[in-house]
């Protein structure tokens, strides 16, 4: 596997059900990135992981816990979701902050979330 | 409150000729802008940027465009090929090295062969 792989692709949840997000990165980054893409909407930066300790969370409801065990993985865990939560989870990584030096950010294929 | 926005939510352009994707932006603070390009089922990936020093930046068929008194920048694509059809993000942040970047919501183009 090369790049940021994300399972699963596709995944259907009830309101009532947990599950988890899963990305992992092959590139050596430091920083890992958790984005949502709603229809018609831009991509919003949910939160970010650098050294995997969370440094920014963009006001995400506590229905999204965000774990990051080490620096090439991330998970995303779900529990009870409401419909409008249904979107494309996009995972990033990069290289991390630094300074001036262009963060180029690598994104995985996405998970499409469909909630109940 | 959306701070980079494409209006354009498509465009067709033929095979060969230019396209054009435009963007604005409401945050003075940002200092580096970027366009990403994202096909079906892949994630979005990086093209070119620029930074706010600049107001061109050439890559090969790509130019991006920066006018900073209108917060405005511009990517042009000549010539263009049916493989550039996917959708073109724009995104900005506050200065390069920053983890927050704020995107549009995209332009889907598509070259007609």
Redesign the interface.
Known sequence: ETGVTQTPRHLVMGMTNKKSLKCEQHLGHNAMYWYKQSAKKPLELMFVYSLEERVENNSVPSRFSPECPNSSHLFLHLHTLQPEDSALYLCASSQGTQGDRYNEQFFGPGTRLTVL | D?Q?KQNS?SLSVQEGRISILNCDYTNSMFD?FLW?KKYP??????LI?ISSIKDKNEDGRFTVFLNKSAKHLSLHIVPSQPGDSAVY?CAASV????????????TRLTVIP
């Open positions: 959306q980079v939510p580096y990403y089922a892949e994630g979005p990936t990086f940027s993000f200065n390069p090295g920053a983890n927050n970047l704020f995107f549009g919501t995209g």
